[in-house]
Antibody, heavy 117, light 105 residues
Framework: QVQLQESGPGLVKPSETLSLTCSVS????????WSWIRQSPGKGLEYIGY???????NYNPSLKSRVTISMDTSKTHFSLRLTSVTAADTAVYYC???????????WGQGARVTVSS | DIQLTQSPSFVSASVGDRVTITCRAS??????LAWYQQKPGRAPDLLIY???YLQSGVPSRFSGTGSGTDFTLTISSLQPEDFATYFC?????????FGGGTKVE
């Protein structure tokens, strides 16, 4: 059974960089789209982007200038970097894996990140 | 971006009721719509993919229909564990987008 687990700081200061890691266990990281999605009361669920197992990426245009998603060479985890954060980036951040096409069948439990000084 | 409009935003229902939630896309997404259930403090769980295919392990009281721009999620007989928020997601066009949610209470 595939399991995903987010980790990273729960508090980030404005203008700094948010960094989260998603650890993958119970399955190969080969194939599928490995994604980040966030959820806030104001904006609901928002797709941030994905990294494919071959390293190709796609980012939401609304965040593209600030987002980087990468995968480690051992392919056991992938990461999210979001630069120049503001209070609007306060959210629960989920990592997720697709199954059929761009449908998300596996999710992490979520990491709550607050942007505040 | 493709906008997804869910209705209603809230449903007041009782155990045993038939519940129907709709999701309308701002443009044709063929069959590429998914439905998720989310309970407080938890990640969404996939219920339906490709508009009408039941995810493994999901009870058969859940069903999905539709294509193009109009989609429906139906719970045939609401159970106590079904009180939750439901989201649709279009899986046809990047960036992927989600509906605003329907809370069943």
């Amino acid at each position: 059974q595939v399991q995903l687990q987010e980790s990273g700081p729960g508090l980030v200061k404005p203008s700094e960089t948010l960094s989260l890691t998603c650890s993958v266990s119970g399955g190969s990281i080969t194939y599928y789209y490995w994604s980040w999605i966030r959820q806030s009361p104001g904006k609901g669920l928002e797709y941030i982007g994905y990294i494919y197992y071959n390293g190709s990426t796609n980012y939401n245009p609304s965040l593209k200038s600030r987002v980087t998603i990468s995968m480690d060479t051992s392919k056991t985890h992938f990461s999210l970097r979001l630069t120049s954060v503001t209070a609007a980036d306060t959210a629960v951040y989920y990592c997720a894996r697709t199954s059929v096409g761009y449908t998300f069948s596996y999710w992490g439990q979520g990491a709550r990140v607050t942007v505040s000084s | 971006d493709i906008q997804l409009t869910q209705s209603p935003s809230f449903v007041s229902a009782s155990v045993g009721d038939r519940v129907t939630i709709t999701c309308r896309a701002s443009q044709d997404i063929s069959k590429w719509l998914a439905w998720y259930q989310q309970k407080p403090g938890r990640a969404p769980d996939l219920l339906i993919y490709a508009a009408s295919y039941l995810q493994s392990g999901v009870p058969s009281r859940f069903s999905g229909t539709g294509s193009g721009t109009d989609f429906t999620l139906t719970i045939s007989s609401l159970q106590p564990e079904d009180f939750a928020t439901y989201f649709c997601q279009q899986a046809n066009t990047l960036p992927l987008t989600f509906g605003g949610g329907t809370k069943v209470e």
